[in-house]
């Protein structure tokens, strides 16, 4: 019901765009996020959004560099990055959350398949 897409191969200081669209049902009175996982690394929150899009949240790591937005009317929730890094490298997951804290993968009712991006320095 959710599928990302939109990774791939860039070189640090590149920019990419991650799609995450919904299908079967309407997650617009939803929140969500996207989380990312690096080889040998837990699931980590990366970005989240309020079913309304009037608020989010970024782990620090990425803040200022990547933005979390969604388009209701498509059913379908972005990932702009920018400045890339190495330590981005990771596959990226989107998910939806009726209620719960953000932060927390656990708290997320839906995900989708994960997308891979690598950036090579």
């Known amino acids: 019901q959710l599928q990302a897409c939109g990774g791939g191969l860039v070189q640090a200081g590149g920019s990419l765009r991650l799609s995450c669209a919904a299908s079967?049902?309407?997650?617009?009175?939803?929140?969500m996020g996207w989380f990312r996982q690096a080889p040998g690394k837990e699931r980590e929150f990366v970005a989240g959004?309020?079913?309304?899009?009037?608020?989010?949240a970024y782990v620090d790591s990425v803040r200022g560099r990547f933005t979390i937005s969604r388009e209701k009317s498509k059913n379908t929730m972005y990932l702009q990055m920018n400045s890339l890094k190495p330590e981005d490298t990771a596959v990226y997951y989107c998910?939806?959350?009726?209620?719960?804290?953000?932060?927390?993968?656990?708290?997320?009712?839906?995900w989708g398949h994960g997308t891979l991006v690598t950036v090579s320095s």
């Open positions: 959004i309020t079913w309304s899009g009037g608020s989010t």
């Open positions: 998910a939806a959350l009726k209620g719960g804290p953000w932060r927390d993968y656990e708290a997320y009712d839906y």
């Open positions: 079967g049902r309407s997650f617009n009175r939803y929140g």
